[in-house]
């Protein structure tokens, strides 16, 4: 018996169009674990074939009560806390708790050593936020080759955590005004500015590949657009909010302004259409920024010259000239000799510091948008109430409307370009 394939096409083709048939929408579950959800999320899709007629982001899977713990512990114990948020940009978050006690305690410093330091490593910790950030996202629309260049990277930045504090990624760094200077010294500066100079390449390198790559703009050109006002509203900040054209970055508001960023020459960069591909090219460009600012603090910090150095960098002096006390006597005769100040030591981080009674808000630039922190104090060593204000939590509130109207594959990538990390929504 022969077949007659195109009549059976043909009363395929009827049956579809008869009245008995129709298209019904269905709803999918995205995650909370998929390899593509960064975290665990889970997304309650309403598809029609695969175009996305509604969406509903459900989080809470991680929660940690984090707060609840930094309520209970000293301040300095609690300072790790920050590092496990968005453990992708580690530093930045430790800047906004100890700006929050500083301003407690009234001390707060814009041009002082030790805040110098605070920038260039959260500048450090931006390029190492976007490398990742960019490389992720460009593995989840299909794209390897950057992963292998940002890691790369990354590894060379987080050699540098490991040399000031031990640790890699969880650092545990900065202190309310102060800064460990045991591991930071002249070769310190040289290895960060070479590093500065030679991740050009590699930025480049990701930039010009992807860039030139037409199935990248095709999947992201057009792919979640988002306008100024309505980013606003749902409280986004960040590249995410520079995308749609709104000008907003606590480095430059003058009322906001925190640290050595009012003294610095730099720019920010805004998009026009707020769509992933905006969102792509901001992210790149605050990279290039980020390594002038690295290259205009170590200038700063290195022309504090001692008078018979003949323009080299001594550390000794340098360290003296700061804090006003000789380095030799506080830290290599006194710190392993002296059972006093043995017992000093211990009693400072064992009961902490006591901060005055007061309210405190205080917010900085993270690579992903401003992360604040509220901390209300009884003057006691423990916060009595602290609240966290986490950019990617916005974020998720505005993926919804996002992804509507999009095909299913674009999801990953809206989802991408927002680089979201779960530590710091369920917190």
């Known amino acids: 018996m022969k077949f007659d394939f195109f009549n059976i096409w043909a009363d395929s083709a009827a049956r579809n169009n008869s009245s008995d048939s129709r298209v019904k929408s269905f709803t999918l579950n995205f995650g909370p674990q998929h390899p593509a959800s960064h975290g665990v999320l889970r997304l309650i899709l309403q598809l029609n074939g695969e175009l996305i007629e509604r969406a509903d982001s459900h989080i809470g899977f991680l929660h940690r009560g984090t707060e609840k713990l930094m309520e209970d512990r000293n301040y300095l114990q609690s300072l790790p806390y920050l590092d496990r948020l968005d453990y992708v940009s580690m530093m930045s978050q430790e800047h906004a708790f100890v700006l929050a006690i500083e301003d407690l305690m009234g001390t707060t410093s814009y041009t002082s050593s030790y805040v110098q330091i605070r920038v260039l490593f959260d500048e450090l910790t931006r390029i ?79 930039f010009i590949l992807l860039s030139t790559n037409k199935i990248w703009k095709s999947r992201l050109v057009n792919v979640g657009s988002v306008g100024s006002e309505e980013a606003s509203s749902y409280g986004t900040t960040g590249v995410v909010l520079r995308s749609s054209g709104e000008k907003k970055d606590l480095r430059f508001v003058k009322s906001d302004c925190y640290s050595f960023y009012w003294f610095l020459n730099m720019q920010s960069y805004l998009g026009k259409r707020g769509d992933c591909y905006d969102r792509f090219l901001i992210r790149i460009r605050e990279m290039y920024e980020s390594i002038n600012i690295v290259f205009q603090v170590i200038s700063n910090l290195t022309t504090t010259l001692d008078s018979t150095s003949k323009g080299s960098f001594n550390f000794f002096s340098f360290y003296e000239q700061v804090y006003g006390k000789s380095y030799n006597k506080m830290f290599r005769s006194t710190k392993y000799n002296s059972m006093e100040f043995l017992i000093e030591h211990f009693k400072y981080y064992s009961d902490g510091i006591e901060v005055p009674k007061g309210y405190s808000y205080k917010a900085v630039e993270a690579p992903k948008g401003e992360l ?46 927002q680089d979201i990390v779960f530590g710091e929504v369920d917190r």
């Open 128 to 206: 190492l936020n976007h490398f990742l950030g960019l490389a992720t996202h460009s593995l989840d629309v299909g794209n390897m080759s950057p992963v292998f260049w940002a890691f790369e990277e990354r590894e060379r930045i987080m050699e540098f955590y490991e040399r000031v504090s031990g640790a890699r990624m969880h650092a545990a760094f900065y202190r309310p005004n102060e800064v460990d200077w045991s591991g930071i010294n002249y070769q310190f500066f040289v290895d960060v500015s070479l590093f500065a100079r030679d991740s050009m390449k590699s930025i480049t390198e990701i």
């Open 372 to 417: 604040g922190v509220t901390i209300i104090s009884d003057g006691s060593n423990k916060p009595y109430r602290c609240k966290l204000r986490s950019p990617a939590f916005h974020h998720l509130n505005l993926m919804s409307r996002m992804i509507q109207g999009h095909m299913l594959a674009d999801m990953i990538t809206i989802l991408g370009s």
